[in-house]
């Protein structure tokens, strides 16, 4: 060899540094955007301002701040949902279909009215909804739990096509049974369905005033503590992590895992759910298309890029966030899935840094010869 | 609603399947799974739509739909194969990039007309009574492409050595490669072929079979169903053809449900209340997780599964 320098890559055997992951993922979306900037270069556009407007348009005032968090809160249940399944090596890719039927269960409460809008306290109600949220999200991960579980049928397509199904159904009452007076909407819900919300508060603290902020945020929040609980510190936790590293081994030990794939999905699924009912409960306050901006797909990406972590979930779910927020605003409309998948297929390319070690070594004189 | 309209138009759309499921099926035959095929199927058609509108030359868009696809199949190669990441994932972020990168680069073009593949018709077959008129008379010309690709990708499969080498790596990796198979390389050529093969699905979507450029709506899940179609296949290219035209059929059928007011003597309901057909554009969905049911139960009992090591990375002289 002649070369004065040549690298070396060998296996991993000692522990991964603590930072080296955290690293990564930075790198990864750093280099993410500078593609993307190259794209947008390439493509006639001007990065530096596009990227500027971006940066504005989600951190620019409290109030787009607020509408940051407000996008990142499905993303986070959602991310923590995958997150869950994903440790069991189960892919959960419908939580887009999920959201929409928890969505969907959960309006029936104000829609049909399930209880008496007017006289039953909001407190009620507001559980009502959260949990017929959860449990239409709940069952509609069971259906590909199941079908895992029993018939082996892949969880990736079966769940892909149950998104499909979703929307469609969705659809279906928005434009018949619930229809507001033939548009393609359910009429607005009844102040008592909503979700409090800063701006509801304006009076009594004027900075309150336009502040999209609702308490869904906080759901989200709780759920990443009881998700952290469960893995770290219960034997449930330890069942499905065991099941992700080595089912063989899982199964020698007695552990039921029928039961724990469509638990799991259920879990992920009823996650999934409770996004739906805090977005329309907090958000729209209606039913209607498109109640979500692709966040079941956003939640796989921002539950790997969190390393299945609860916790960095919600980082990476304001992150997530802060591009949908400034997604919007800028053309083209596409640049936001491109930032996306390219993040995701660096963070990804860059586990091979975890896994292996690469040293540059002079060449000894010697061999230099 | 005729029963030649809607196996003509089957033979049309089942195409598009055809196309992208035999090329997933050659990918995961040498043990990669790329779950990126619809985002491969709209970066072809995109760029196969734009080509041809650029040059005037379809058969010019046809080439960039095919080379798109596989060049983006190239980076779920580079990682799946050197970086050994998680296929899944990277299926799905490829999926994400090709949309993302579709979108960007497809800005503009809806609503345009660019020059398509034109339909023709097979001389000499073409006068065989009723077959003839259904399968060989003024169909696409890519139709007949495929009609050509599921015996030779079949026997290319099963009957050639290089296509028993691609079966050998799929299966027993070190085995293979202890026979002086270059495992990387054919897990490479087949993950790009059947990128190939997916952008020329994208491609004979917006520039043949139903041309334009409608951003995402272009594809509509259509990639999602081929991968769907390899499982329900068992990996068999005559067995996913079946499966492409059947479903194309399907989905004529369900199309034209909707016309009738009567149906088979009775009142049609999706002509009375339009809203009920979101039932119906379930059915294409609601069908395939029903045939992937039934297709893993039968493999199962036929002891058909997936290449045995599909999925797994393979690193030189790692049990395995």
Known sequence: ?369 | MSLEIILRSGLSTGTILLFAAIGEILTELAGIQNLGVEGMMLLGAMAAFKTALATGSPWLGLLAGIAAGGLLSLAHALVTIHFQADQVVSGLSLTFLGTGLALVLGEGLTGQNAPLITNATIPLLSKIPWLGRIFFADLNILVYIGYLLIPISWWYINKTRPGMHLRAVGEKPAAADSLGINVYGVRYLYTFVGGCLAGLAGAAISIAISPGWYSNLTTSGQGWIAVALVIFAQWNPLRAALGGYLFGMLRRFMLDLQGPMLLFGLRNPFFYNHNLVFFLQMMPFVLTIIALVWGSASARRLRIGAPAALGIPYVRGERG
């Open chain 1, 1 to 369: 060899m002649s070369l004065p320098y040549h690298l070396r890559i060998q296996k991993r055997t000692e522990e991964v540094p603590r930072w080296l992951p955290l690293a990564t993922s930075v790198g990864a979306i750093v280099l993410a955007f500078l593609i993307s900037a190259l794209i947008l270069q390439l493509i006639g556009g001007n990065p530096i301002k596009t990227f500027g407007y971006f940066f504005n348009a989600a951190f620019g005032s409290w109030g787009a701040l607020s509408d940051v968090v407000v996008k990142a809160t499905p993303l986070l249940l959602i991310g923590l949902g995958c997150g869950l399944a994903f440790r069991m090596r189960l892919w959960n890719i419908g939580a887009e279909g999920q959201f929409y039927i928890g969505a969907f269960f959960a309006s029936l409460v104000p829609l049909v009215p399930l209880v008496d809008m007017e006289t039953t306290p909001k407190f009620v109600i507001l559980l009502m909804m959260a949990l017929l949220g959860m449990l239409g999200g709940g069952l509609y991960g069971f259906i590909p739990g199941w079908l895992k579980a029993k018939f082996n049928v892949s969880e990736i397509i079966s769940t892909l096509m149950l998104n499909y199904v979703a929307v469609f159904f969705n659809n279906y009452w928005i434009y018949s049974e619930f229809s507001d007076a033939g548009f393609q909407m359910t009429p607005v819900f009844a102040k008592s369905a909503w979700l409090p919300r800063l701006a509801d508060y304006a009076r009594e603290v004027k900075a309150f005033s336009g502040i999209t902020l609702h308490l869904g945020v906080v759901f989200g929040l709780i759920a990443a503590f009881i998700i952290w609980i469960i893995m770290t510190r219960s034997r449930w936790g330890y069942e499905i992590n065991l099941i992700g590293d080595n089912p063989q081994a899982a199964r020698y030990a007695g552990i039921n895992i029928t039961r724990n794939v469509i638990l799991v999905f259920m879990l992920s699924g009823a996650l999934a759910g409770l996004a739906g009912m805090s977005e329309v409960s907090g958000v729209v306050h209606r039913l209607q298309e498109r109640i979500s901006t692709n966040y079941g797909f956003s939640g796989v990406i921002v539950a790997w890029l969190a390393k299945l972590n609860p916790f960095a979930t919600i980082l990476v779910s304001f992150l997530f966030g802060a591009l949908i927020v400034a997604g919007r605003e800028i053309q083209p409309s596409g640049l936001y899935f491109f930032i996306q998948g390219t993040i995701l297929f660096l963070v990804i390319s860059s586990d091979v840094l975890l896994r292996y070690k690469f040293e540059l070594f002079r060449t000894a004189p010697e061999a230099a010869k």
